[in-house]
């Protein structure tokens, strides 16, 4: 009977280390769940995370969009401006450059008119000498005449009337 009693002890004691070992198990597959549990909560937060982060994202870009395109336009604007204006620089430098052409043009062209005029008022001034001269000619002639014509007739009156 004590190696019936032993032996039941034993089993006893077999039985509650398994029982022992079968409670921690429960123990630790019940934690574990609860740790599965938690990581997938973390894992779907994040995942919620990842789609809300994308979504900006999309909505960023969508948002972008537009004003890279604007930028771009703006970039053809500048670029068209810079050519317009190197255009006008180069026509505004020919422009001036013709205007100095003009402007000497113009002054040996009034250059040339006051020499014009200079030499005409000279020329008009001589010719009024030589006339004047004519005239003294013409007059002394007249008196010449009216020293031998009769003052009688009225052609000679006529004729010597401002000489004399």
Known sequence: MRAISAVLFL??????VIIYQAVQQELHIRSLKTRIAVSDNQVKLKEDGILGAKTKLEEMNKSLNPLITQRDQLKKQKDDIKTGNANS????????????????????????LQKLKEN?????????????????QILQRDLKICKFVDTALDEAKKLCTGAI
Do not use: F, N, V, Y
């Open 11 to 16: 089993a006893l004691c077999a039985l509650l």
């Open 89 to 112: 620089e180069k026509e505004l430098g020919t422009c001036q450059a013709e205007k100095g052409k003009l402007e000497k043009q113009s002054t040996e062209t009034k250059d040339s």
């Open 120 to 136: 005409q008022e000279a020329e008009g001034k001589k010719a009024e000498e030589e006339i004047e001269g004519l005239k003294q």
